[in-house]
């Protein structure tokens, strides 16, 4: 999400570097007032990620080889229907129909047409990816992301020259015709693609064992992982370990490993562990182990971020307690089942999530009555 948000901010600044002469003063603060508005509207997601990254040390995405995409090859798959991500048969048809009508375009729409061809660059093996390899811009991971601004805006482009020839025909019952054939096209197409998709899924093999570390039991087909789960049995082993440690924490990989199986790490040694049968609640998550001797320290599978937790072991309030992993820890269990329950509540960050988004939601609503009220004096 992070990483789709940052693609999308640079096509912004793209639009806005391209028209940077023609916007005006007045257009600067209308700009102002948009972002400010979507930074208020959105702090519900913004200020918690924001306060949890910064409170402990993060792991940082992991990084794959950067490669353009081949352009022959995507668009190969755009016209066979057989994309599973990528651009689009009508994104293609509409980047051909801007080309042989380039004169009768807009200087929007040209802005949008090479804008469009630009990033299509950009995502390809033309551009030099390699070069960046060991910079700070591998956190991209795939190029490929930028590839749905060309889809965007030659779909767009589609549209615009579709809507002009449609004015040339004389007769309405043509252009419903037309209009008619040309959706049934699209739905054939997509329904032809979300077949070819279930097929490829249904091959796939199920998850009918629990996952552990380097196990390679759910293998890439395409560029993508490839299993399939129907039934709740096979949901519970494909959560019995989540191989991404991407904005967790900063953990050694043993202690990684154990967690993401689902197991408490007793005395701070992953060898030994025991498993822990979670259960997640509205305002946090529920943890039972079963402990056949009495432990100094257990770890359980629950990352802390601050001190805004409330943990209760067995029924009875328990002090927050955490290791340099900033794992959730408990001492000093007895033999025999044991169940703890953590809680997360920071007032502070509600109220303010609260104040910000209402102050988001009273400026999107306060224009819309005053110009109302307006009318009402005019007609008056």
């Known amino acids: ?86 651009f689009t048969i009508v994104a293609l048809v509409g980047f051909v129909m801007a080309i042989i009508m380039y004169r009768q375009l807009s200087h929007f729409s040209k802005e949008i047409f090479w804008i469009g061809i630009g990033f299509v660059i950009l995502s390809s093996s033309l551009f030099p990816w390699h070069l960046f390899q060991n910079t700070p811009i591998v956190l991209l991971q795939f190029p490929w992301r930028f590839l749905i601004l060309p889809q965007l805006g030659f779909t767009y482009l589609f549209s615009v020259l579709g809507s002009t020839l449609l004015k040339k025909v004389p007769q309405n019952y043509y252009k ?90 007793v005395d701070d040694k992953p060898a030994v562990n025991i498993p822990v049968t979670s259960k997640a609640l509205p305002d946090g998550k529920q943890m039972t182990v079963e402990v056949g001797a009495p432990l100094n320290r257990l770890a359980l599978p629950m990352v802390v971020y601050d001190n805004h937790y409330t943990v209760k072991v067995d029924g009875k309030n328990y002090p927050l307690k955490s290791n340099k992993d900033h794992v959730l820890t408990v001492n000093n269990l007895a033999v025999g089942k044991h169940t703890v329950r953590v809680s997360y509540h920071n007032g502070l960050l509600t109220a303010m999530i609260s104040v910000l988004t209402l102050a988001g939601l009273i400026i999107v609503l306060l224009p819309e009555k005053l110009m109302l009220k307006r009318k009402t004096k005019k007609q008056l």
């Not at 796939?204 to 299993?227: C, H, R, T």
């Not at 949901?235 to 967690?259: E, G, Q």
Request: aromatic share 12%; glycine share 6%.
């Open 1 to 86: 999400m992070f990483l789709n948000i940052i693609v999308t901010l640079i096509a912004l600044i793209v639009f806005l570097l391209v028209d940077i002469k023609k916007v005006t003063g007045r257009k600067w603060v209308n700009l102002g007032k948009a972002v400010g508005i979507t930074v208020l509207l959105s702090s519900t997601f913004w200020l918690p990620a924001l306060h949890f990254g910064t409170s402990v040390e993060m792991t940082k995405p992991f990084t794959f080889q950067l490669n353009g995409i081949s352009l022959l090859q995507y668009t190969t798959a755009a016209l066979s229907n057989s994309i599973a991500y990528g």
């Open 176 to 265: 419903l015709g037309i209009v008619g054939v040309f959706t049934l096209i699209v739905l054939g197409l997509s329904l032809n693609s979300q077949s070819g998709r279930v097929n490829f899924e249904l091959k796939s093999p199920e998850m009918k064992a629990d996952l552990y570390p380097n196990s390679n039991q759910i293998p890439f087909v395409q560029g993508m992982v490839w299993y399939r789960v129907t039934n709740l049995k096979q949901y519970r082993h494909l959560m019995t370990y989540i191989d991404t440690a991407d904005y967790l924490p900063k953990m050694s990989d043993d202690t990684f490993h154990t967690l993401s199986m689902q197991r408490a790490i």
